[in-house]
């Protein structure tokens, strides 16, 4: 089921989530076989912590890999995945269910590698869901960052 916050700026955006049978799309490769698209076209949420404390959320390709050089050029930090807790936290989702909307705490940045897609697929709120939207709505619509900080696509 869509968390409240995640549908209350959808219905704002005129945005409709795709909903599966729980736990079906948990990761990239799956939502990408479940929603019938590449891999790519996932934008998958990922949770850093800085050193300094701060918490960034990173929106990249499903293809792609962060670069922790790259973060560190970005932020000025040395960073490490979030633990499940502190994803919790500062989101309000579990893993696998990370979606950028109805999100207020971290810094939120969006990878260049999902513009080379007219439409992509953020989650929304669980791990059986996919937004479909363009990279330029998506980035209006949670005041993200633009950003490069993957690397080349994952063969």
Known sequence: MIPEKVKTVLQQHGLEALEFEEGSTP???TAAAKLEVQVGQIAKSILLK??????????CAG???????KVKILTGTNTRMARPEELKEQTG???GEVCPFGVSGP?????ASLKRFDTIYPAAGTDSSGVP????????IIGADECDVCGPVIQ
Do not use: C, Q
């Not at 800085?50 to 929106?59: N, Q, S, T, V």
């Not at 293809?63 to 922790?68: A, V």
């Not at 939207?133 to 209006?140: G, I, P, Q, S």
């Open 63 to 69: 293809d792609r890999r962060i670069d922790s050089k």
């Open 27 to 29: 990761t990239s490769e």
């Open 133 to 140: 939207v363009t990279y330029d709505r998506l980035r209006e």
């Open 50 to 59: 800085g050193k300094d404390g701060r918490y960034f959320l990173m929106l």
């Open 93 to 95: 989702f579990n893993p």
């Open 107 to 111: 810094e939120i940045f969006l990878d």
